[in-house]
């Protein structure tokens, strides 16, 4: 892999470097990933050069938002429901062990450490700039692959028509879990043709850094042309299936959330417009794009659909 994966007994960068020095470093690797270079390596060995860096299709130019903002301002319900909750519940998510189940209509179903689902060097990681949006928007430099990878390598049956995907269920650890917010554990789902479109990533990490625990760690996905909900973090479970899987803010409130929550300014949320957004860092508010302006990319996969109704 070529992003350092460290253990939780493991020091953090912060503890055995002078705060000055890791701030100094923390910009530097921002800069990177600004400039397209030097980007998810451990930093003794930024200097190495000799590896290929190239960011991943798709990649925005746009600013990106601050690490600080990317990392503080989060929904991850499992860990509470405000916005600074999760980093400052972060340390409650235990990542290890961690296993991945892939199973359902696929003829290679199994379960694996995390190390070996991410082991095989055909997972490609890249840096994907991508935007999300959910209200707010953010523009953030995933580390991650193309999420087809892992479904290729399960080889999908001709029956399977939609992705199933599970977050972690640890009630004793997650305080949101102990409590009806929402009903446990989070799922998620994509139709198998969304799951397989390469602009839907499974992120392993961001800014070239290690996946905070409040962004989803050790693995979450990212769909950036649809509202942030289904970007389902801290994946135990991947299943295929035929029919449509349920997901967890449809579940709770099917009038507000449907399937496929495509970024859509045109069909406002019962309870608020969604024509616009307010990126993190600007005072302006900006006009939401259809498909958050990956139109040309995905708006094929809806040909025919009306998506009033398949909101
Ligand atoms: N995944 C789980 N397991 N639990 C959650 O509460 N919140 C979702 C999504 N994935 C959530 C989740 C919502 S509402 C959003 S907007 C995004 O995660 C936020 O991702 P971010 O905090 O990395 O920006």
Redesign the pocket.
């Known amino acids: 892999m070529l992003i350092r994966r460290h253990r939780s007994s493991d020091p953090r960068p912060s503890e055995i470097t002078p705060r000055d020095v890791y701030q100094r470093r923390r910009d530097f690797l921002k800069t990177g990933v600004a400039l397209g270079a030097g980007l998810f390596l451990p930093a003794s060995t930024v200097a190495d050069s000799s590896l290929d860096f190239s960011p991943g299709p798709f990649s925005t130019d746009e600013a990106l938002t601050p690490f600080e903002d990317v990392t503080t301002y989060?929904?991850?319900?499992?860990l509470g429901t405000g916005k600074s909750d999760?980093s400052r519940n972060a340390d409650l998510l235990r990542t290890e062990p961690w296993t991945v189940k892939v199973d359902g209509l696929c003829a290679n179903s199994g379960e694996y450490d995390l190390e070996d689902f991410l082991r095989p060097r055909e997972l490609q990681e890249r840096i994907y700039r991508l935007r999300?949006v959910?209200g707010w928007s953010m523009v953030i430099p995933w580390v991650g692959f193309e999420l087809n990878r892992v479904l290729k390598r399960a080889e999908p049956l001709g029956s399977a028509r939609y992705v199933a995907f599970e977050?972690v269920m640890d009630p004793d650890n997650l305080p949101g879990q102990r409590r009806p917010v929402l009903e446990w554990p989070?799922v998620e789902g994509l139709r198998l043709d969304e799951a397989m479109h390469p602009l839907t990533i499974l992120a392993v990490g961001l800014y070239g850094e290690e996946l905070p625990n409040?962004?989803?760690a050790p693995l979450r996905l990212v769909v950036p042309w649809k509202y942030?909900?289904k970007?389902?973090?801290?994946i135990v479970r991947i299943s295929f299936t035929e029919v449509e899987p349920p997901t967890s803010w449809n579940r709770s409130q099917p009038d507000e959330y449907g399937f496929y929550s495509n970024v859509n300014p045109d069909v406002a949320h019962p309870r608020w417009s969604q024509r616009t957004e307010r990126r993190i860092g600007e005072f302006r508010r900006r006009r939401t794009e259809p498909f958050n302006g990956y139109g040309e990319e995905v708006a094929s996969l809806y040909e025919g659909m009306d998506l009033t109704r398949h909101f």
């Open positions: 989060n929904n991850f319900y499992e999760p999300c959910e977050t989070y409040q962004n989803g942030g909900f970007s389902i973090k801290s």
